[in-house]
């Protein structure tokens, strides 16, 4: 039976299934953000974003949305305002019955339900609107799977930004920029 076991935690381990509790550290060009991931309700969304963690894909990228009193999105383009090419996109576990509360992390997705990949954003406030409410794209909602546990004021403090109108993609663009140099798994 022992056997047996630290096969399985070996299998979950290589196989790169995180555990609730998982956390990482993301290093802004404002400051340091902590994020307690939580795998138990938003395992393959959480898996996801450890895969793009583990790949140091996020290193570089911007913020490129903010929002005062809503939230900053972030995840999907690089310093010289280019989209990044993403892995393909996952089931959206928006039903999953975490909340889009202020300093929840979320996926970013289109209208389409299921077309999250990397992109993902922290809420400003309570945005009960983005919970899941129904299974159409209008009130299937955003998967949270996650909550700041650090840094909540260099959270609030990018919501502060002034914002520009730069192009249709680009409407709410921070100025001055806000870079993500890197996101890190916690040990």
Do not use: W
């Amino acid at each position: 039976m022992k056997t047996f076991a630290m096969f399985m935690t070996c299998f979950f381990l290589f196989a790169g299934i995180a555990f609730a509790g998982s956390t990482v550290e993301m290093k802004t060009s404002v400051g340091m953000i902590q994020i307690e991931l939580n795998a138990e309700k938003a395992p393959e969304t959480v898996r996801n974003f450890l895969n793009y963690v583990d790949r140091k894909y996020y290193d570089g990228t911007i913020f490129h949305r903010v929002i005062k009193g809503f939230m900053i999105q972030g995840g999907g383009f690089d310093d010289n305002e280019q989209r990044k090419e993403t892995l393909a996109p996952i089931k959206n576990e928006a039903n999953n019955g975490l909340k889009n509360i202020k300093g929840s992390i979320a996926m970013a997705r289109t209208g389409v339900v299921d077309s999250a990949t990397s992109q993902f954003f922290i809420n400003l406030a309570d945005n009960d609107f983005l919970n899941h409410r129904g299974s159409s794209a209008k009130t299937y909602g955003y998967a949270v799977f996650g909550q700041v546990k650090a840094g909540m004021d260099v959270v609030e403090k990018i919501g502060q930004i002034k914002t520009v109108a730069k192009s249709p993609v680009f409407r709410d663009f921070p100025e001055p920029k806000v870079t993500i140099e890197s996101i890190r798994r916690v040990e």
